[in-house]
């Protein structure tokens, strides 16, 4: 599975795997449910393990994906992909975090 979007509001996460939906791509919602897991417990912030994921379960049709909500959340994907320093995988422009190895983004 591939991640291929993530944003703070949920609402925006469920919308997104909506649009995957009717474009009969399988995909599911990660950490969607992690608020009740005590987030202080490893030390990180509420914002990092909260943070709901849409993930694409055949990684063939994970690019199709991103190109898709691309079309659907425009501006909020305006910042474009992103290469990791860390482990030099790309990143969706929404991600904060690289959903590889968590290192952050790059300013
Ligand atoms: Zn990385």
Redesign the pocket.
């Known amino acids: 599975m591939t991640p291929v979007f993530a944003d703070p509001d949920s609402t925006r996460v469920g919308f997104a795997k909506s649009i995957l939906e009717s474009a009969g791509i399988e995909s599911f919602v990660q950490n969607e449910n992690t608020r009740t897991l005590g987030p202080k417990m490893f030390g990180f912030s509420e914002t990092m393990l909260n943070e709901p994921q849409l993930c694409v379960v055949d990684d063939a049709r994970a690019e199709e994906a991103a190109a898709l909500l691309r079309e659907h959340f425009g501006s909020a994907s305006d910042a474009g992909e992103w290469i990791?320093a860390?482990?030099k995988?790309s990143n969706p422009g929404s991600f904060e975090e690289?959903w590889?190895?968590q290192?952050a983004k790059p300013e």
Request: net charge neutral.
């Open positions: 990791c860390g482990c995988e690289c590889k190895c290192a």
